[in-house]
């Protein structure tokens, strides 16, 4: 037997599914930001070009990579 909490988890549950499906479409159709989203810089169009979905400038990836 369900109850309320059950039905709204099953509801959040699908929405982030959806939200995700979304997102994951938009990188693979390759959309990407103008700016780079830790810095805020402008990502040279040669990289958005180079890189399909690119989010970050060159140094901020870098430095994400390293820290990794």
Known sequence: MTDAFDR??????????I???AQEAKMKAGAMLMQCEDCGEDIPEARRR???GCRRCVPCQSERERMR
């Not at 709204?8 to 699908?14: D, F, G, I, K, R």
Request: charged share 25%; hydrophobic share 55%.
């Open 19 to 21: 939200a995700l499906a």
């Open 8 to 17: 709204a988890q099953a509801l959040e549950e699908m929405q982030r599914d």
């Open 50 to 52: 180079a890189v399909t």
